[in-house]
């Protein structure tokens, strides 16, 4: 937003508009993704983006209402990337930290996975439901690219900590690892990046947390 | 993007909700109707709004105040509809309607004082029996003696002085406990009465369904009536209306409306505007919208920025109900209780009120049936120097959208956006003042 | 103590919606069957006011469907049943009004003893009024005696309405309580309209019970929450479909707000948004859900409600 005084020349594209151009993304969803990562990246400061895509169904109509399993015609591109805060915590995990002494900072950082999506773009439960059913492969293996580059990063740092205060943490991964199956602190759980492209949209992406299932609400 | 105003929407929550609790909203503990003396002679006032937890836990605690509500509930619901030898209101339920009894005995006028002094002295006419001709085909149950503030406002008395109800009105009395209804007529002189009251179960078996009563028209009808309103049914009551040709008050208003372009008013508007400032080039479609005149202020520039048509909901004209489409459609007019009501003689209302059911109507209304809806009320513009009166409109109407029982009220006004020119303001332009991010408060 | 009504519980089909007269019922269903409906009557008690609602209780057709689905209710036409009303013999009608007269007379006689106690009361307190201001300096122990009385006046009221409404407990349980002093009138009987037309009416036979409830498509979402353990309402005031609660929303919060789709119907994102922000925006979440299979495609409804899958959205504040 520069030049006003000439009314022929246009602005210059934005930063993310140029990228997209850039990369001359094949489909309109991948450009979505694009813009959604940069927002990640850049607003909201994420590190370690991956990129993964559920591929569509090339089949015709008939077939696809037949199984409700199968994932839609259109590709769904999913991310995936360290927030430097925690986005989400269930009700019940947060109880337990506050019980038991533990503070956010305490905790080693966590893969959030995020579903770009825009205004306009067509979504069914199908959708939603192939995202789900996709995240345990695509979470296996940001999780063998993330051993891969720091091997360390799994493990929570040990050597300042006075030992009670390890004890703790040690339960309560534990606890974790258990509430995972029990789905005790909540089940599967994703963003919904919505990107505001329509008429006068300005760029602006918003967040939702999805989860599997029913899912209390946080109180706060 | 997590700003000031994203938070904003947390924080207020616990704030703002407090003071304009509408306690009918949520489902409400029973328990506090224990501290009310049913039997107290002064009306009882409305117990506090009770706490509520976010969830069950298995404390012995939670399940005993559980079960104390639920006993409370229980203990509340049971409560009878009694009816004092006193105060009793007796009436009777006649399927069939009313029928003008039969005039063979001319001799015997009916002297009761059923209506306006007026026709005792003039013994001309044949006697029109001008209340009767009041009471609706759909009218299903009489009160022999009719007594009580109720009869105000609801029913119309036949030449024996009984009155009436339609069955909305009947089944009303009978559940706040005020009518007894009887099903089938009274007892003859000498006769063993044997005629058995109705329950509640049969008053709505009996009444729901009967001359175009369907459960959410009466769950509106019963709601304003419990808050004090005066309900009377709209000419659009019937869901098979026909425009009859005869009807005077909507003979005028049978040329479809124009709902495109400023009116005629509009379009004299500018063309006066346009001798007005002769200066200016009345052509855009070479030079600049504005001309190139010389401006000595804002509003003229403004004005002439204004090249959008707009609707002025007064040019268009009123509509009879039955262009509309059902259910928008007036059905309920209904009067303030503070406004004075005569039966005979009903005031304007002050709501008109439409009744949707989110099961038969699960779409929001198309413009055109909207539009329909709206045109067919009475012009209602704004006073003058009202504080909103782009908020008041020119025509309202109250939607009553009823799910399953609970009922939500909308009021839908038009409008005249084109009507209220902000450059028109007193004090000028206001830009960048009026735009700043505290909103005017409201008082 | 709790009542047991005798199953299947008619629900009334009145002018196309599902109605209960039968507090019994009611109260059985909550309880054990977490279905709450919509009071939507007057309280004849407090008739002027519409927070607390009284009988009759609509159900939506997701909750009569659900109940006869298990079982436990059955539909019947009441305008149908209600033209046997004109066919009972005279003298099942003459018992019928002499039970409506005891009881009247019943309620007379508690009403008026209880004026009765009253006065006495107003009596008493003003003669200890007087008699207070007399012995005002002697007697400090008179007055903490007196206090008392006061107190026992303001709790009395309860048990009295409670003989009142345990006498209306008893619908069709004991017929006609206390018959003994019906010789002695003492004086004219108040008059009644009962909540249910059962007696004099008798229990319609199933050959004339209706189908089951046509439900809407939402209807496996309904079920599966239902069978998850929530309670749910209508949900037209937070502009969803349904809201689920955790326990009996007389005691709980809802968690959330439910829309319904279809397997393959298109959901508008901004839809999502909506819905999980005006969801935030309460505390709740918003729920999205349906069955993976069509009507077509299954044997019956319950076959749909184990393919349902349902998401919750909540705002994630960034």
Redesign the interface.
């Known amino acids: 937003m520069v030049d006003t005084q000439e009314t022929t020349t246009r602005p210059s594209a934005s930063a993310i508009t140029e990228h997209i151009t850039e990369k001359g993304y094949q489909s309109p969803h991948l450009a979505t993704s694009a813009q959604v990562q940069h927002n990640l990246e850049h607003q909201h400061l994420w590190t370690s983006i991956m990129g993964d895509i559920i591929p569509g169904q090339a089949v015709d109509s008939n077939t696809l209402n037949k199984d409700p399993s199968q994932p839609p015609k259109e590709p769904i591109p999913l991310l995936s990337g360290y927030p430097p805060h925690r986005v989400y915590t269930h009700p019940d995990e947060q109880l337990y930290m506050l019980e038991n002494g533990i503070r956010e900072d305490d905790l080693e950082p966590e893969r959030m996975f995020v579903i770009p999506t825009t205004q306009g773009q067509p979504w069914t439960l199908r959708h939603m439901a192939a995202v789900f059913d996709r995240l345990p492969e695509f979470k296996q293996k940001v999780e063998e690219h993330d051993r891969f580059v720091d091997p360390t990063s799994m493990q929570p740092e040990a050597e300042d900590l006075d030992p009670q205060k390890a004890g703790k943490l040690a339960q309560y991964y534990d606890k974790k690892e258990k509430s995972r199956l029990t789905k005790e602190w909540g089940s599967q759980r994703v963003l919904l990046a919505m990107v505001d492209k329509g008429m006068g949209g300005d760029g602006t992406v918003a967040y939702y947390v999805v989860h599997e299932g029913e899912v209390k609400p946080r109180q706060n | ?2 700003d000031v105003d ?1 938070d904003a ?2 924080a207020p ?1 616990n704030a703002s909700t407090e003071p304009d609790v509408d ?8 328990r506090f ?2 501290h ?5 002679d002064a ?2 006032g ?2 506090r709004r009770g706490e ?5 836990n298995p404390t012995e605690l ?1 399940a005993d ?2 079960s104390a ?2 006993g409370a ?13 006193k105060t ?1 209101v007796v009436a009777f339920y006649a399927p069939d309607g009313y029928v003008p009894p039969v005039k063979t005995d001319r001799a015997t006028p009916k002297t009761g004082g059923e209506d306006e002094k007026s026709s005792e002295s003039t013994p001309k006419p044949p006697r029109p029996l001008p209340n009767s001709a009041r009471i609706s085909p759909d009218a299903c149950v009489y009160v022999p003696n009719p007594k009580g503030q109720f009869f105000k406002t609801m029913g119309q008395a036949d030449s024996l002085s009984r009155v009436w109800l339609l069955p909305e009105e009947a089944l ?1 009395l ?5 009518g ?2 009887h ?2 007529p009274p007892a003859g002189p000498g006769e063993e009465d ?1 005629s ?7 008053a ?3 009444f ?2 009967h001359g175009g ?3 959410e028209r009466y ?1 509106v009808y ?2 304003l009536k ?3 309103y005066a309900l009377l049914r709209a000419p659009g009551w019937c869901d098979d209306l026909v425009k009859e040709d005869a009807d005077a008050s909507y003979a005028t208003e049978t040329t479809p409306p124009t709902l495109h372009g400023p009116g005629l008013a509009g379009i004299l508007g500018s063309l006066f505007n346009w001798i007005h400032d002769p200066r200016s080039t009345a052509s855009t479609a070479t030079g600049p919208i504005i001309g190139t005149g010389i401006h000595r202020n804002y509003m003229d520039i403004y004005r002439k920025l204004a090249i959008i048509p707009w609707y002025d909901p007064i040019t268009a004209p009123e509509r009879h109900p039955a262009d509309t489409t059902p259910p928008f459609r007036v059905v309920f007019h209904v009067f303030k209780p503070s406004t004075p009501f005569k039966k005979s003689a009903p005031p304007t209302p002050d709501f008109r009120v439409a009744v949707v059911s ?2 038969d109507q699960t779409t929001m209304p198309t413009m055109t049936q909207l539009g329909a809806l709206l045109e067919s009320t009475p012009l209602d513009p704004p006073a003058r120097g009202e504080n909103g009166p782009l908020r008041h409109g020119y025509r309202n109407v109250v939607m009553a ?1 009823v ?4 009922v ?1 009220y909308l009021r839908v006004a038009d409008s005249a956006f084109g009507k209220e020119k902000l450059y028109e303001n007193k004090g000028g332009p206001q830009g960048p003042k009026w735009n700043r991010n505290q909103k005017p408060r409201k008082r | 103590m709790d009542f047991q009504p005798d199953l299947p519980i008619p629900i009334s089909y009145v002018s196309g919606r599902y109605l209960l007269f039968s507090i019994d019922a009611v109260t059985y269903l909550r309880r054990e069957h977490h279905i709450c409906g919509v009071l939507i009557g007057t309280l004849p008690q407090i008739p002027q006011q519409n927070v607390f609602l009284g009988l009759p209780l609509e159900l939506m057709p997701e909750e009569a469907r659900l109940l006869v689905d298990k079982g436990v209710a059955c539909i019947v036409d009441e305008a149908k049943a209600h033209e046997g009303m004109n066919t009972l013999l005279e003298e099942d009608r003459r018992r019928y009004l002499r039970d409506l007269e005891s009881q009247g007379l019943h309620v007379s006689r508690i009403q008026s003893d209880r004026k009765e106690r009253n006065r006495e009361q107003t009596l008493k307190k003003l003669e200890e009024k007087k008699a207070k201001a007399k012995a005002k300096a002697s007697a400090a122990a008179a007055t903490a005696q007196a206090s008392t009385v006061p107190e026992e006046g303001s709790s009395t009221p309860l048990p009295k309405n409670a003989a009142i409404v345990d006498l209306f407990n008893a619908e069709g349980r004991s017929s006609s309580p206390s018959t003994g002093s019906m010789s002695t009138p003492p004086q004219a009987a108040t008059a009644i309209t009962p909540a249910t037309s059962y007696p004099p009416l008798s229990t319609p036979p199933p050959s004339t019970h209706l189908s089951a409830p046509a439900v809407p498509s939402s209807y496996p979402l309904f079920a599966h929450l239902h069978s998850k353990g929530y309670f749910l309402s209508p949900g037209l005031r937070f502009g969803c479909q349904y809201m689920a609660y955790p326990g009996d929303p007389l005691r709980f919060h809802s968690h959330f707000l439910v829309v319904s789709y279809d397997w393959d119907q298109r959901i508008d994102i901004m839809d999502l948004v909506v819905g999980g922000r005006l969801g935030t925006g309460v505390k709740k979440g918003f729920l999205i859900g349906g069955a993976q299979k069509r009507i077509d495609e299954v044997d019956s409804e319950a076959d749909r409600v184990d393919t349902v899958r349902a998401f919750s959205l909540e705002w994630a504040g960034m």
């Open positions: 993007m997590a994203e929407i947390k929550a306690l009918s909203d949520e489902t409400q503990d029973f109707l224990n009310l003396n049913f039997f107290a009306s009882p409305i117990p509520k937890d976010f969830e069950p939670q105040v559980l509500s639920r509930m229980h203990n509340a619901l049971s409560y009878p509809r009694l009816h004092n030898t009793r009303y009978i559940e706040r406990g005020n007894l209804a099903l089938g044997l058995v009251p109705m329950s509640l179960q049969a709505y078996a009996c729901m369904g009563l369907t459960l769950s019963t709601g419990r808050l004090g989110t099961r959208v799910d399953q029982g609970v939500s």
